[in-house]
């Protein structure tokens, strides 16, 4: 199962490069939901887009379409992505950035 969700996740990682051109990078944390041992993708995005808030707030969504996993995704600005490398306990529970798997956005051709 985790090489399916990986591919799930890739897919929807390359999505939203092509979609959100102020993307610059996505963290993937894959885990389980302590509540109910159901697997979900979880990303990070550092959108340069997106609006400033301070926190790390996550949205949630169920499976649909080609991606057949939940899907927890929290956005933050280039900025708020440094407050937290500095401080990590900002990031919402078990989401470790030593063990997330970076993405960049991908070098136009």
């Known amino acids: 199962m985790a090489r399916e969700m990986d591919e799930a996740a890739q897919r929807l990682i390359d999505w939203h490069f092509r979609t959100e051109p102020e993307l610059r990078e996505v963290w993937m944390f894959t885990g389980q939901d302590d ?12 959108n340069a887009a997106t609006p400033a ?3 790390v707030d996550t949205f949630s969504f169920p499976p649909a379409g080609d991606i057949p996993y ?3 995704i929290a956005e933050v600005t ?3 992505f440094e407050q937290i490398r500095r401080q990590p306990s900002r990031l919402p529970r078990g989401w470790d950035l030593s063990k997330a798997q970076r993405f960049e ?5």
Do not use: D, Q, Y
């Open 53 to 55: 808030t301070g926190s």
């Open 35 to 46: 509540t109910s041992a159901e697997p979900i993708i979880e990303l990070l995005e550092v």
């Open 70 to 72: 939940r899907t927890v």
């Open 78 to 80: 280039p900025e708020e």
């Open 105 to 109: 956005r991908p070098k136009a051709a």
